[in-house]
C-alpha cells in the first residue's frame, strides 16, 4: 500500500469567465501524490494554490463561471474536473478537507458528538478519534458546541472530522492561517502525527514555506497558475533554483535575520524609496541595488534628523533636530475596564491593568500578546482613539506631532470614495505643520510622501479600491508620516500581506524610523517581524506586561510560558 | 489580478470603465426591463400630458365610452372625460407627489438618524424615543389621522405620509451610522486629526447614502399605493383633478357596467409600485457594484 498512487492530476487548467473576463486560475498543472505523503502546495494569493485544492474535491461549482479540462485521478478513479457527477461520492469518503476557519467549517447548530459520531457509528469510536488529535477529556469535549472551544481545538476537531471516514487523501488548505500563532505549531504536529497514523496522501495548501518545510515531504512552488519549481521539500527549500523561489526564501524572516539590514531581495519601490532619503539627505548617491545584495547596506547609512514641531517644542517654527531625550511615548499605569451586560448582571472585563511604559526618542518597541491579552487595546488607547479610564498617556514627544497608527486592514481603513490625495491632504490640514499651506504645497507634500513610499504620481487621483493589497498599505504608511508623528503605532501591518510584500514594508517602516527619526510600536504576534523592527520586545498576557526582552537576544532571553509557545511558533 | 503591481494611471482608468460596464452587465434581463420600463414611465409622466389631445378635467367625448371606441383609445368616464388622458395626469400627479414625500421623508429621517448615531448619548435616546413614538402607531391610521385635521387636499394626504414615513429612514440610517462610524476607515480619519461634520459629512455619510437611495426608490412604489389609498378614502385630492385612488373610488358605482373606470387606474396603481419597486432592486444591485 505504503507506495500507491493516490492522487494523479494531469494537465489541468482551470479558467474563470466572468464580466466579460477569462482569468486562467491554473494552467497545465500536472502532480502526483503517494498513499503517506505530503504534498506541499506552495504560492502567495492568486497564484491558483487554492483552486488546485478546490478542484481536486470537486468543489468548485459547475455553474459555468469556472472551466477545466485535463483529469484527476483519485484512488484509481478517474474523474472529469468540475463537472463528473462522481464527484458527490468521492467528497467526504475518499477526499476530505480541513478548511482554514474551522468555526465557518463545523456546523454550529450541533455538538461534536453528534458530527462525529456520523463517522465513526459510535460514541466510544469518536472518544478515540478525539484522542487521537491529542484532545484531553474527549468525553467532555463531545458534548460541547463549536462556539465553546478555543480556536486550537476546534481545529483539532476538524482533524478528526476529517480522519474519521478513513479518507484516501487528505486537502489542508491553510489550516493553521486563522489560529493565534501560539498553537499554530501545536496544531501542525497534531495535524502531521495523524495524518501519519492514518497513512493517507495529503496536499497541503500553503502560503509560508516554513510551514511547508515542517510538514511535507514534496513541495510544488505556484507562481500565476503555474508550477514553478517541484521536488523534495529538503531540494527546493535548501537549493531552490528559480528565482521566484529564490525571491520567496529570502523574503522569509526568522530569529536569525539580521536586523541591521534591509531584509529580502532588492526591491524596486524599496529602492526607490531609499535613493529618495540619501537625496533628501544630501547624502553622496549610491549603487543602493548593489550595496544591499552585496549584504553591505545598513539602515545606518538613512539615519537623519528629525522635524521638531512648536507645539511640542516651545518654538513656534518646524525645525530640525538630531537628538531629544524626552520619551516619545509614555504610558502612565492605564486601566481600562469593559463592562457588558450577561443576562441582567454586569460583567466586568479588566482590559488593562496599571499598565505602564515608555518610548524613547528613536526607539522601535513591539508588542506581543495573544488575542485579548489587550495588547490592541493599548494601541488604540496610546493612539487616541479610546480612553484610558485611569492613568495618562503623553504622545507630546518634541520631535514630531503626536501618535498616528497604522492598521491591520490597510484597504479598510482607507476611505474608499476618497482619492489619496485627499486622504493625505486631510491629515496635513490637521497638523500644526500642515496649517496655512496652500492646496499646491500640500500637494507637493503629498507627493514626496508617495515617493518615500515607493509610489509615483499617478497613484494620486487613485481611490483605495483601485490599488493592490501592497499599495494599500503603502498609502496607509505614506498618509501616516507625511507629517512625522512622534510616535507610529503599527497595528499588526504585515499580517494581512503576502511574504514578499509583507518584507517590504518592513523595510519601509525599518527605512522611516531611521530617516525621520520616529519612534515605533509595533504590535504583533510574529515574533520575527517583532525582532527585525523593534530593539526591545514587550511581551503582554492578561492585561499586563509581563516581560521586557531585548530584540537582538530574543530567542535565548524570552522566559514567559506565552513568549517560549511564539519562540517555537517562529522555528516551526 | 489588474493591479498586482505599481499602478499607472491608465490602469485605473481601463478599471473604472470596467466598473461601469460591469454594474450594467451584472443585472439580469428582468431588473434591465425594470429600469426601462421605470425611464419609460417617468418619461410618459413627465411630458405625456402635454401631449394628450384633451383636458383631464374637461369632458371632451360621450359618456362611459368603453375602451378601443374612436378617439378615446381608452374609453371616458361618467361626465365623459378622457380615460387616457386622466390616467397620465393622474400617474404625473401620483409620480410627483410620491417622489417628494419620498424625498422629504427621506431627508428628515437621514438628518435625524445621523444627529442620533452620530453624537449618540442622550440625544440618541431622546431621538430615538421619539421616533419610536411615531412607529408605535398604525402608519395609515395616523396618516388618516392628520390628512383629515389638514383638511381634503391633496397637500394634506402629503404631509400625513410624511408623518409616518420618515421614522422608518430615521432608524435605518441610525442603524448605519453606528455601523459606519465603527469602521476602520473612520478611526483612521480620526486619527488623522478629522473630526466633527467634517468627519461626518466626508468619511460616515458617503457610506450611508446608498442604502437610503436605495430604500427611497424602492419606497415610491409603496408611497403612490399609499397615497392613493388615501384618495380612495376621500382624504386626496378633490374631483374633479385626475388623481388615480379617487378615480378607483369613483368608478367602483359604476363597476357592474363601466368596469374599466375603476380597474384602469388601479392597473396603473399597480403597475407603478411594481416597477417602481422592481427598479429599486436593479438599482440597489447597481449601486453595490460601484459603491461601498
Known sequence: MADTTVLTVSDLTVTYRGRGRVVTAVSDVSLTIDAGRCLGLVGESGSGKSTIGAAVQGIIPADGVAEATGSIVIAGRELAPITD??????????????????????????????????????????????????????????????????????????????????????????PTTALDVSVQAEVLGVLRESIEDAGCAVLFVTHDLGVARHMCDDIAVMKDGVVVEAGPAE?????????????LMASRITLETDRSRPVGAPERAVVASME???????????????????????????????????????????????????????VNEVNKTYSTR??????????????????????????????????????????????????????????GEGTQVVFQDAGASLTPWRTVEELLR???????????????????????????????????????????????????????????????????PTSALDVSVACSVLNLINLLRHSLGISIMFVTHDLAAARLIADRVLVMTGGEIVETVPAERLAQDITTDYGRRLVDAVLA | MLFSRRGTLERVEAAQASRRDSAWSALGTGEKASLI???????????????????????????????????HVLGTDVLGMDMATRLVAGMQRSLLAAVVVTAVSAALGTLIGVLAGFRGGWLD?????????????????????????????????????????????ARLVRGEVRRVVALPHVQAARVSGVRGWRLLWRHVVPAVMPTVVVTASLDIGAVVMTLAALSFIGLGTPAPAPELGRMASDGMKYFLNAWWIAVLPSVTIGLLAFVFNYAGDALRVVLRRTGV
Open chain 1, 85 to 174: 457527477p462522481a464527484w458527490t461520492q468521492v467528497r467526504g469518503s475518499d477526499v476530505t478537507s480541513v478548511f482554514q476557519d474551522p468555526m465557518r467549517s463545523l456546523d454550529p447548530t450541533m455538538t461534536i458528538g453528534r458530527m462525529l459520531n456520523r463517522y465513526t457509528g459510535s460514541a466510544e469510536a469518536s472518544v478515540a478519534a478525539l484522542e487521537r488529535v491529542q484532545i484531553r477529556r474527549a468525553g467532555e469535549v463531545l458534548k460541547k458546541y463549536p462556539h465553546q472551544l478555543s480556536g486550537g481545538m476546534r481545529q483539532r476537531v476538524m482533524i478528526a472530522l476529517a480522519l474519521a471516514p478513513g479518507p484516501r487523501l487528505l486537502i489542508a488548505d491553510e
Open chain 1, 235 to 247: 531540494d527546493v527549500i535548501g537549493r531552490p533554483s528559480d528565482p521566484y523561489t529564490q525571491r
Open chain 1, 276 to 330: 529618495d532619503v540619501l537625496r533628501g539627505l544630501d547624502r553622496p548617491a549610491l549603487d543602493v541595488t548593489g550595496a544591499w545584495s552585496d549584504g553591505a547596506l545598513t539602515w545606518e547609512a538613512f539615519t537623519g534628523p528629525t522635524a521638531a514641531v512648536g507645539a511640542a517644542s516651545g518654538h513656534p517654527e518646524v525645525r530640525l533636530v538630531e537628538h531629544v531625550t524626552r520619551a516619545s511615548l509614555a
Open chain 1, 342 to 399: 450577561a443576562r441582567g448582571r454586569r460583567v466586568d472585563n479588566h482590559v488593562l491593568k496599571d499598565v505602564s511604559f515608555e518610548i524613547g526618542y528613536r526607539e522601535a518597541v513591539a508588542l506581543v500578546g495573544e488575542s485579548g491579552s489587550g495588547k490592541s487595546t493599548l494601541l488604540r488607547i496610546a493612539g487616541g482613539i479610546e480612553t484610558a479610564d485611569t492613568g495618562t498617556v503623553d504622545a507630546q514627544g518634541v520631535a
Open chain 1, 426 to 492: 486631510e491629515r496635513i490640514e490637521h497638523t500644526i505643520t500642515g496649517r496655512g499651506l496652500s492646496r499646491a504645497q500640500m500637494r507637493a507634500m503629498a507627493l514626496s510622501t508617495l515617493e518615500l513610499v515607493g509610489l509615483d504620481a499617478s497613484v494620486l487621483a487613485a481611490r483605495p479600491t483601485q490599488l493592490s493589497g501592497g499599495q494599500q498599505q503603502r498609502v496607509a504608511i505614506a498618509r501616516a508620516v507625511v507629517v512625522p508623528p512622534s510616535v507610529l503605532l503599527c497595528d499588526e
Open chain 2, 37 to 71: 420600463a421605470m425611464a419609460a414611465i417617468v418619461l410618459l409622466a413627465l411630458i405625456g400630458p402635454t401631449l394628450m389631445p384633451y383636458s383631464p378635467i374637461i369632458p371632451s367625448g360621450p359618456q362611459l365610452a368603453p375602451p378601443l371606441s374612436s378617439g
Open chain 2, 125 to 169: 435616546s431622546a431621538l430615538m424615543r421619539f421616533t419610536d413614538l411615531f412607529l408605535a402607531f398604525p402608519a395609515m391610521i395616523i396618516a388618516m389621522a392628520v390628512a383629515a385635521a389638514i383638511g381634503q387636499s391633496l397637500g394634506s394626504a402629503m404631509i400625513g405620509i410624511i408623518v409616518v414615513w420618515w421614522p422608518l429612514y
